[in-house]
């Protein structure tokens, strides 16, 4: 695994941003699985060179490339990183900033990346909070605006691992609970785009909003 499975949130949030390489642009993607996140983002991130950051790939890969008996993450043995992900339950926020924070900073000391497509976090407002306080307010949040019955059906065609209608509704519910204090916290800099129409069709209206995005706020 390509990052070393040490460093705590307490080491983020000392530096200065020109110390982590710089202060990135950071835009979050929210939505119910099947949204269409990671497809859009993969696009978007290819047509205008954002570094797309799936958080959930991530920590599946994370855990499986590691001897989780013996690794430790911001303090949580990875076990219980791999045990929560699969009870699909949401990881403490020190931990998951902690990772966010980590990938976001080797990418920009490794490869230079300085704009960030954060695909699927942060899920609760503590999470937001302690990624705020570590790398900074996002300059927009994307809120992917599917039907229930359209994100569902497409979770469950793409038939990934244990994918199953029983996730789909813990993780719908989730969604419910969480995501109005994420939206009330960012407020002004929160956009909504319908995700829920044929592909191309969908990709062509998250497309103009992000370069809407980009153009009216070129410097947040």
């Known amino acids: ?29 929210l939505g119910l699985p ?6 859009l983002c993969t696009r978007l991130s290819a047509e ?3 570094y797309h950051f799936s958080v959930g ?25 791999k ?9 403490p926020a020190e931990v998951i ?16 990346d300085q704009q960030f497509l954060i695909d699927g976090f ?5 999470s937001a909070e302690a990624f705020d306080e570590t790398i900074g307010r996002p300059k927009a949040v994307l809120l992917f605006d599917c039907a229930k019955q359209v994100a569902k059906d497409r979770f469950l065609f793409r038939g990934r691992g244990d994918d199953n209608a029983d996730f789909f509704e813990k993780r719908w519910q989730d969604h419910e609970k969480y995501n109005r204090d994420i939206v009330k916290r960012y407020g ?14 969908t990709y062509k209206g998250v497309k103009g909003l992000f370069e809407q995005i980009t153009r009216r706020y070129p410097d947040r």
């Open 188 to 201: 002004d800099i929160v956009e909504t785009v319908d995700t829920s129409m044929e592909k191309e069709m």
């Open 48 to 50: 205008f060179g954002w």
């Open 1 to 29: 695994m390509e990052d070393q499975l040490r460093p705590t949130l307490e080491a983020f949030a000392g530096r200065k941003p020109a110390e982590n390489g710089g202060s990135p642009e950071v835009m979050f993607v």
């Open 97 to 112: 900033a902690s990772i966010v924070a980590q990938k976001i900073t080797k990418q920009q000391s490794e490869h230079g």
């Open 122 to 126: 942060p899920r609760n407002l503590k």
């Open 57 to 81: 790939d991530y920590l599946r890969k994370m855990c499986s490339a590691y001897n989780v008996r013996d690794a430790v993450f911001a303090g949580m043995p990875l076990q219980e990183v």
């Open 34 to 39: 099947g949204s269409g996140k990671g497809t």
């Open 83 to 91: 045990s929560a992900l699969q009870r699909r339950d949401l990881l």
